[in-house]
T-cell receptor, first 114, second 115 residues
């Protein structure tokens, strides 16, 4: 158990809908990362937050957004969902979010868009 | 940006054999190289990492080597056991446009250890 928690574990929804994925980092970690894992693209970095502020952006679609709250938990919002958004979404956390900081992953949320 | 290539995509070995997974990276500024193990239905688990000031690191049956000149690094698992069966990912810490670094992952290697 990495200490990173994610809810829900599974999510099934329809195209055009909006969902929110939630992540709580390890105790003491200030930085949160979001990744998307699909069979053809592997693990793709989406976005990073540090202590409530956006720090880095990767291949995140404009339909997706995220935030980190004062209690350090983070939410990833996915809107106008398409079939191709079906994937595993992982949250990871690290102590200070600096290069070389170890990242610890949560168990993931499996999103299925029908 | 950073690009990480990982080979092979699948690897089958007999229990007790050694397994080697290789990765190359493109950004010479990368300086942190972790390896993750992902079991079915679980998130990636950090198993070992190496930094650019070190050429080799070992932890029991697992070792990682880094060749900065050639820009490649490898994971070595000795005396493999069935519980080593999983997907293994390499990653490199490259530079983002914002100036902060994040991880770029290889596509993964599915390791199957047969009893």
């Amino acid at each position: 158990d990495s200490g990173v928690t994610q809810t829900p574990k599974h999510l099934i929804t329809a195209t055009g809908q909006r969902v929110t994925l939630r992540c709580s980092p390890r105790s003491g970690d200030l930085s949160v990362y979001w990744y998307q894992q699909s069979l053809d693209q592997g693990l793709q970095f989406l976005i990073q937050y540090y202590n409530g502020e956006e720090r880095a952006k990767g291949n995140i679609l404009e339909r997706f957004s995220a935030q980190q709250f004062p209690d350090l938990h983070s939410e990833l919002n996915l809107s106008s969902l398409e079939l191709g958004d079906s994937a595993l979404y992982f949250c990871a956390s690290s102590q200070r979010g600096l290069a070389g900081n170890e990242q610890f992953f949560g168990p993931g949320t499996r999103l299925t868009v029908l | 940006g950073e690009n990480v290539e990982q080979h092979p995509s699948t690897l089958s070995v007999q229990e007790g054999d050694s397994a080697v997974i290789k990765c190359t990276y493109s950004d010479s500024a990368s300086n942190y190289f972790p390896w993750y193990k992902q079991e079915l239905g679980k998130g990636p688990q950090l198993i070992i990492d190496i930094r650019s000031n070190v050429g080799e690191k070992k932890d029991q049956r697992i070792a990682v080597t880094l060749n900065k000149t050639a820009k490649h690094f490898s994971l070595h698992i000795t005396e493999t056991q069935p519980e080593d069966s999983a997907v293994y990912f390499c990653a490199a810490s490259g530079s983002m446009n914002s100036g902060y670094s994040t991880l770029t992952f290889g596509k993964g290697t599915m390791l199957l250890v047969s009893p």
